[in-house]
């Protein structure tokens, strides 16, 4: 460079984008609309404080220490302000029912939309409808044939290994949670358990755990340097570019597979699951008790309190495809097949992680918590005297243990605690109408802005969870505070309130029109594979498994910083 050039840089260009910066920063914090919002004067003037968070993932720990520091409302980014409350929560969530940041569009799957990537809430709302009957727990109970073989296969797989075996639970679940998915959605027996038994590589299970990955990357590198690194000549690298490709290949077959079945008229309605590999086994031998037919459950039945009603539903079972590809949206039409494709992918990279994660940190707690694994147990052989015959969902919804430490499980285990972010609409826009922007707890936000909260912070208020980092299944047993030193916070809110009041901060599947459309398949897969688990095992830490390598990061979806939840099952001796 001249000097020429040098000294007109130093003196007119460098100075002239530092007085830029001062007078934007001077802007942002005293005259911008969000100006009177508290939070750290750095946040306020650039996004780079907090994206240097979400990249060391540690965002959620970031902004739950914010809100202790600065109350409910914060300012973390010029344009985003994040809030730890109920009203607001209900409000943005569910009554506005605000559209979604761009921020999802790093889910897309091969560039197309699927129900969690459709930001305006009209459009979402009618691509919901395609999917949603098959997640209703009446024909979720017509499923538990399909995901109680998944889940057979898979104990028989541990009681097959060699004593003291020490094996990683995210791809063990990661590949059970694929392998029900897929049975709920197309009818099919993927048998990736099979696969993880032989150590094995499936694609289709490295692709949807390379999915998350793909997408960050995709949303931050240029494209012609993601182009230029899905150029190098190495097979891992080519898996993850191509993560995408490899699951669209997959739902496409089945698509193409369901559509000439239904042109063909073999399927109408149901679809008998065809087996891929068979598994010979005490265990699958004892499942007809459980999966031909739910009236035959044969362990002693205990008090249900589940509602029956949402059961009994006598339409036949189906699954989610030919649910999709008989879709037909308000104008007519049927789901362009596009469509049909990512709305299953996206269901499979919704479910596989969230459901492995979760079931992965369950366990490990009860590792290092013999009083909560009495109880359990005590529990779980009560209604499962043979561990080859997993009771009915009915029974299994009506354990009271059971379903308070799934629920402790879900508030400290959150799997996608982080931030759920909308946008504030015009005031123009149909379902909205404030001239002034939104009011946030007495804070005016203008369109535009972008506002969340998280799951992470809403399970933590002290005010409503006494002890927030303690599990404690007891706390949402309806004796907890009578029985307890509480007795005053008893006496001024009734347990029935007490209970509803954790209730209502609960969103670890989010919370309004948005929420985890796997919500109820979910549940019953945490709830079967824990009591199919816990009655086959005793299960152990590995060495080298404990609080540091568990610590939880977070990117949009939680995880051990370690990677891996190393976890040793013993086969349980049978009782004398
Ligand atoms: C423990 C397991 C799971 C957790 C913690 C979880 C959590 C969540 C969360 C937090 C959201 C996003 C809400 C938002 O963006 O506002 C979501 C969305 C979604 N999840 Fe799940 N999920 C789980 C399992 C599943 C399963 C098993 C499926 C289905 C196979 C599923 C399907 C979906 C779908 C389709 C959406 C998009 C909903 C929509 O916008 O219509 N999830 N989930």
């Not at 929560?89 to 605000?98: A, D, P, R």
């Not at 999966?291 to 949402?310: L, Q, V």
């Amino acid at each position: 460079m001249s000097f020429l050039a040098m000294s007109l840089v130093l003196f007119f260009v460098l100075p002239a984008l530092l007085l830029v910066f001062v007078c934007r920063a001077i802007h942002l914090l005293f005259f911008h609309p969000l100006s009177s919002i508290p939070g750290p004067w750095y946040a306020a003037v650039s996004s780079l404080w907090i994206t240097s968070h979400v990249l060391r993932l540690e965002q959620c720990k970031t902004i739950h220490a914010l809100f202790q520091t600065y109350g409910p409302v914060v300012r973390i980014a010029p344009n985003k302000v994040v809030f730890c409350d109920l009203g607001a929560m209900k409000s943005v969530y569910s009554t506005w029912k605000f559209d979604k940041s761009d921020y999802y569009k790093s889910l897309l799957t091969n560039d197309n939309d699927h129900a969690m990537t459709t930001l305006p809430h009209a459009q979402h709302s009618i691509r919901r409808k395609a999917y949603a009957s098959h997640y209703t727990p009446s024909n979720l109970a017509k499923l538990q044939p399909e995901i109680g073989e998944a889940t057979g296969k898979m104990i028989d797989t541990l009681h097959g290994l060699p004593a003291h075996t020490s094996l990683d639970t995210l791809p063990l679940f990661r590949h059970l949670s694929l392998d029900i998915i897929v049975a709920s959605s197309y009818g099919f027996q993927l048998g990736a358990i099979n696969k993880w038994a032989l150590e094995a590589e499936d694609h289709l299970t490295m692709a949807i755990g390379d999915f998350p990955k793909r997408g960050i990357l995709r949303s931050t590198v240029p494209t012609w340097a993601w182009n230029l690194v899905c150029k190098i000549p190495n097979a891992r690298l080519k898996l993850l570019c191509d993560s995408d490709k490899i699951m669209a290949e997959f739902v496409s077959t089945r698509v193409y597979e369901m559509r000439a079945k239904l042109n063909a008229d073999k399927l109408a309605p149901v679809v008998a699951p065809t087996i891929v590999a068979p598994t010979p086994s005490h265990f699958l031998s004892a499942f007809p008790t459980f999966s031909r037919s739910s009236s035959r459950a044969s362990s002693p039945a205990p008090s249900c309190s589940s509602d029956d009603s949402s059961f009994s539903d006598d339409t036949e079972k189906s699954y989610l495809l030919p649910r999709l590809l008989n879709y037909r949206y308000p104008s007519g039409e049927t789901m362009p097949e596009t469509h049909v494709i990512s709305e299953c992918m996206g269901h499979m990279v919704a479910g596989t992680d969230t459901t492995s994660i979760s079931l992965s940190y369950f366990l490990w707690e009860l590792t290092r918590r013999q009083d909560i694994l009495r109880k359990l147990r005590d529990e779980i052989d009560a209604v499962m005297p043979d561990p080859g015959a997993i009771p009915d969902i009915k029974i299994l919804n009506g354990m009271e243990y059971l379903n308070a430490f799934i629920k402790e499980g879900l508030r400290i285990y959150s799997a996608a605690p982080s931030l759920l972010e909308r946008v504030v609409p015009v005031s123009t826009s149909k379902n909205f109408a404030c001239a002034d922007g939104f009011d946030l707890m007495g804070y005016a936000l203008p369109p535009g802005t972008i506002i969340a909260t998280q799951a992470w912070s809403m399970h933590r208020d002290p005010a409503v969870f006494q002890s927030p980092e303690t599990f404690l299944p007891e706390r949402w047993l309806p004796a907890y505070a009578a029985g307890s030193k509480e007795e005053d916070a008893a006496d001024a809110e009734s347990e029935a309130a007490r209970l509803a009041r954790m209730a209502s901060h609960m969103m670890p599947f989010g919370t309004g029109s948005r929420i985890c459309g796997g919500v109820n398949l979910a549940q019953n897969i945490m709830r079967i594979v824990l009591v199919a688990v816990l009655r086959n095992f005793e299960v152990e830490a590995a060495p080298g498994t404990d609080e540091k390598s568990m610590d939880m990061r977070d990117s949009f979806v939680m995880f051990p910083a370690a990677m891996e939840c190393k976890l040793i099952f013993h086969p349980r001796v049978p009782a004398a």
